[in-house]
């Protein structure tokens, strides 16, 4: 039977695993493995050219039994209703897991930001939010910037909103430029969460950062900060990949060079003639493999090759169910995107939580709380992978689902 590459129908089955696992009801099942909403809808973009271009978009608010619904909008031409509501799944279980007042929500728009002018893509960030501005709002469902969508994108979102509601609403949005209430440490925030976990995850095998090989595949806003960090820990970057290649060294990269001249897209490997492919890549020898690109990149059909003893899943869904079974049977300590990617999350609260006080932090007392948070986080579930004999992505899901669930319970919907 061919391997299950939907991540949607893959969450569901750990979702089902996972409840079950805890002793919740099939209704409990029935609520959680779907979002309570999803809305579809078209958009109207007048181009440059003057033609008008109808955009497809979607957001899907997975469980807002906890409180309102967080999570980014992605903006992608291979965006589909399936992967927003896979993401908004995603999103509910970070914020269990990192224990955060919030359900998780998605939202994607189908369209490549990359063939597209600056005031394009204004008008299509503006009519995103006129479409889905009755569902969404700052006790309802916040959104923030995900796969190429950025600050400038939620400031003008955030403008969007504000000037329909006729009151300013900097709490309607996260990822915001510093100016309009941002929160310091927010762009870096992901990758942060991301060296915190690996160092977590290093200790249970004893390993020392300062001698651990690493390789991060995508050179994007999580790919890129993570070598930063990895390299300023004094760990040795070894590979990295961007859409177009890869790079390897064993005596490890030049990180700085390699920043310096990296595009706005995370592309930089098409400098260089000695590219290896980014199959090759996740192959290579390294103590940690950081995927933190796109989907489904470890499969059944190179988890046996995988050399790395630790993989730590910076991207969403990179690693199939099959291949997750297989890197567990030969030890390989997963920690997984649920859990290594909630950084982004945890400061996006932070920002939400300065704009509804209007009182701002400094970037060192947000490093500080998210330190305490990721690491709070990778013990429970690590304890929960222990304890129960689980591996660690289920014991993630466990971790994760357990409060949306006591929270539906309470409120008496089950
Ligand atoms: P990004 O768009 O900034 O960068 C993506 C990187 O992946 C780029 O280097 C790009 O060239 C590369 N890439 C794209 N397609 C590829 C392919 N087919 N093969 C290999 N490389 C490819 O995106 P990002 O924000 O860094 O996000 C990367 C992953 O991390 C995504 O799965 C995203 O959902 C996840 N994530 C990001 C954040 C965040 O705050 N940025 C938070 C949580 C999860």
């Not at 050219?49 to 992605?74: E, W």
């Not at 509601?165 to 925030?189: M, Q, Y």
């Given at each position: 039977?061919?391997?299950?590459?939907?991540v949607?129908?893959s969450t569901?089955?750990i979702i089902?695993?996972a409840?079950?696992?805890?002793?919740?009801?099939?209704?409990?099942?029935?609520?959680?493995?779907?979002?309570?909403?999803?809305?579809?809808?078209?958009?109207?973009?007048?181009?440059?050219?003057?033609?008008?271009?109808?955009?497809?978009?979607?957001?899907?608010?997975h469980?807002?039994?906890?409180?309102?619904?967080?999570g980014?909008?992605?903006?992608?031409?291979?965006?589909?209703?399936?992967?927003?509501?896979a993401l908004s799944i995603w999103m509910s279980l970070k914020c269990g897991i990192v224990d955060l007042?919030?359900?998780g929500?998605k939202?994607?728009?189908?369209?490549?930001?990359?063939?597209?002018?600056?005031?394009?893509?204004?008008?299509?960030?503006?009519?995103?939010?006129?479409?889905?501005?009755?569902?969404?709002?700052?006790?309802?469902?916040?959104?923030?910037?995900?796969?190429?969508?950025?600050?400038?994108?939620?400031?003008?979102?955030?403008?969007?909103?504000?000037?329909?509601?006729?009151?300013?609403?900097?709490?309607?949005?996260?990822?915001?430029?510093?100016?309009?209430?941002?929160?310091?440490?927010?762009?870096?925030?992901t990758?942060?969460g991301v060296?915190?976990v690996?160092?977590?995850?290093?200790?249970?095998?004893?390993?020392?950062?300062?001698?651990?090989?690493?390789?991060?595949?995508?050179?994007?806003?999580?790919?890129?900060?993570?070598?930063?960090?990895?390299?300023?820990?004094?760990?040795?970057?070894?590979?990295?990949?961007?859409?177009?290649?890869?790079?390897?060294?064993?005596?490890?990269?030049?990180?700085?060079?390699?920043?310096?001249?990296?595009?706005?897209?995370?592309?930089?490997?098409?400098?260089?003639?000695?590219?290896?492919?980014?199959?090759?890549?996740?192959?290579?020898?390294?103590?940690?493999?950081?995927?933190?690109?796109?989907e489904?990149?470890?499969?059944?059909?190179?988890?046996?090759?995988?050399?790395?003893?630790?993989?730590v899943e910076a991207a969403n869904g990179p690693t199939?169910?099959?291949?997750t079974?297989?890197?567990?049977?030969?030890?390989?300590?997963i920690v997984p995107d649920v859990l290594a990617s909630a950084g982004g999350v945890v400061?996006?609260?932070?920002?939400?939580?300065?704009?509804?006080?209007?009182?701002?932090?400094?970037?060192?007392?947000?490093?500080?709380?998210?330190?305490?948070?990721m690491?709070?986080g990778f013990?429970n579930v690590?304890?929960v992978h222990?304890?129960?004999?689980?591996d660690m992505r289920l014991a993630a899901y466990m971790v994760g689902v357990r409060k949306m669930?006591?929270?539906?319970?309470?409120?008496?919907?089950?």
């Amino acid at each position: 039977m061919a391997e299950n590459l939907n991540v949607f129908r893959s969450t569901q089955v750990i979702i089902e695993e996972a409840l079950t696992k805890l002793g919740y009801s099939q209704a409990m099942i029935e609520l959680l493995k779907e979002p309570i909403r999803v809305l579809t809808v078209r958009i109207p973009v007048r181009m440059d050219d003057d033609s008008v271009k109808i955009f497809t978009g979607y957001r899907a608010q997975h469980n807002d039994a906890v409180g309102p619904t967080k999570g980014g909008v992605r903006f992608h031409p291979d965006v589909t209703e399936d992967e927003v509501k896979a993401l908004s799944i995603w999103m509910s279980l970070k914020c269990g897991i990192v224990d955060l007042p919030y359900g998780g929500g998605k939202g994607g728009i189908i369209c490549d930001p990359r063939q597209m002018s600056f005031r394009e893509l204004e008008r299509l960030s503006r009519g995103y939010v006129r479409a889905i501005s009755q569902i969404v709002g700052p006790t309802k469902d916040i959104p923030a910037p995900d796969v190429m969508t950025n600050s400038q994108i939620m400031a003008w979102m955030m403008d969007e909103y504000s000037r329909i509601r006729e009151f300013d609403a900097p709490n309607f949005i996260t990822g915001k430029p510093i100016v309009l209430g941002g929160s310091h440490g927010r762009e870096t925030a992901t990758a942060k969460g991301v060296t915190i976990v690996i160092d977590q995850a290093l200790k249970t095998r004893g390993i020392s950062i300062k001698d651990a090989k690493v390789v991060i595949q995508g050179f994007g806003n999580a790919g890129s900060y993570l070598a930063k960090f990895m390299h300023e820990a004094g760990a040795k970057v070894c590979g990295i990949s961007d859409v177009h290649g890869a790079l390897y060294d064993p005596d490890g990269l030049d990180v700085e060079y390699l920043l310096d001249r990296r595009d706005s897209f995370g592309t930089v490997t098409k400098l260089f003639s000695n590219t290896i492919s980014n199959k090759e890549l996740l192959e290579q020898e390294c103590d940690i493999l950081v995927p933190a690109a796109i989907e489904n990149q470890i499969t059944s059909e190179n988890a046996e090759r995988i050399k790395a003893g630790i993989v730590v899943e910076a991207a969403n869904g990179p690693t199939t169910l099959e291949a997750t079974r297989i890197l567990t049977e030969r030890g390989v300590l997963i920690v997984p995107d649920v859990l290594a990617s909630a950084g982004g999350v945890v400061v996006s609260y932070f920002e939400w939580v300065q704009n509804n006080q209007g009182y701002y932090w400094p970037e060192e007392e947000v490093h500080q709380r998210l330190k305490e948070v990721m690491e709070k986080g990778f013990e429970n579930v690590y304890n929960v992978h222990i304890t129960r004999k689980v591996d660690m992505r289920l014991a993630a899901y466990m971790v994760g689902v357990r409060k949306m669930a006591e929270a539906a319970r309470y409120r008496g919907w089950v």
